[in-house]
C-alpha cells in the first residue's frame, strides 16, 4: 500500500534551519510529484512547493525562494524540504503529498517544527 | 496569483441536512485542477474530489463536486456525524497552487 511517511518533530531556533524527510513506499516513486504544504497552529493549508522525483526539478512558491529547498534520493525513495532563516512565524505542520491527477491522494503524516 | 474564496466561513448544520460549501476563485481555473479535502483535528487533509467533479478512491457518492471557471462548488446530499470537518478547496493549475482558507462544518 502506499505510504509516506515523514521524519519526526523538530524543535529549532530562530535563524536555524530544518530538514524534514518523507519516505515513499507501495508505488513507483518517480512517477508522481511530491509536494509541500504546512499548517500554522490554528491556521490553514499552505503550499509551499514541489518537486519530480524523476528529473529532481522543483517549482517553490514565490513566498519561500531563497529559503526553501527540495531534494530526494532516489536509491532511498526519500525526498527533503530544508527550509533556512527559520523565524517563529514558520512553526508549523509540514506535511509532503503525493500528487496525482492534479490533486494529492496520498499524505504524509506531517511534522511539527516548533521555532522558538 | 489565483486566490480561492471559501464560504461560508462556518456551517452549522444537522445529520441528514444537506451541506453545499462553495470556492470562488479570482481567476478562471481548468476544471481538471481543482481539488477538494476534507480534514479532521490532528489529521492529514483527506482528498475528496478532483478535477472538479471526480470522487477520490473510497469516497461516499453522498458527496459530490461540481462548477467550473470561477465557481466551485462540494455538496454532501445526507450529513454524517464523520463529515463535520473543515473543508478546504485548491487549485493546481496555476503556480502557486493555492487553497482556500476552508469551511468549518459544524454540529448544530
Known amino acids: 500500500q502506499v505510504q509516506l511517511v515523514q521524519s519526526g518533530a523538530e524543535v529549532k531556533k530562530p535563524g536555524a534551519s530544518v530538514k524534514v524527510s518523507c519516505k515513499a513506499s507501495g508505488y513507483t516513486f518517480t512517477s508522481y510529484d511530491i509536494h509541500w504544504v504546512r499548517q500554522a497552529p490554528g491556521q490553514g493549508l499552505e503550499w509551499m512547493g514541489k518537486i519530480n522525483p524523476s528529473g529532481g526539478s522543483t517549482r517553490n512558491a514565490q513566498k519561500f525562494r531563497g529559503r526553501v529547498s527540495m531534494t530526494r534520493d532516489t536509491s532511498t525513495r526519500t525526498v527533503f524540504m530544508e527550509l533556512s532563516s527559520l523565524r517563529s512565524e514558520d512553526t508549523a505542520v509540514y506535511y509532503c503529498?503525493?500528487?496525482?491527477?492534479?490533486?494529492?491522494?496520498?499524505w504524509g503524516q506531517g511534522t511539527l517544527v516548533i521555532v522558538s | 496569483e489565483i486566490v480561492l474564496t471559501q464560504s461560508p466561513g462556518t456551517l452549522s448544520l444537522s445529520p441528514g441536512e444537506r451541506a453545499t460549501l462553495s470556492c470562488r476563485a479570482s481567476q478562471s481555473v481548468t476544471s481538471s485542477y481543482l481539488a477538494w479535502y476534507q480534514q479532521k483535528p490532528g489529521q492529514a487533509p483527506r482528498l475528496l474530489i478532483y478535477g472538479a467533479s471526480n470522487r477520490a478512491t473510497g469516497i461516499p457518492d453522498r458527496f459530490s463536486g461540481s462548477g467550473s471557471g470561477t465557481d466551485f462548488s462540494l455538496t454532501i446530499s445526507r450529513l454524517e456525524p464523520e463529515d463535520f470537518a473543515v473543508y478546504y478547496c485548491q487549485q493546481c493549475g496555476s503556480s502557486p497552487y493555492n487553497f482556500g482558507q476552508g469551511t468549518k462544518l459544524e454540529i448544530k
Open positions: 503529498a503525493r500528487d496525482k491527477y492534479d490533486s494529492y491522494d496520498y
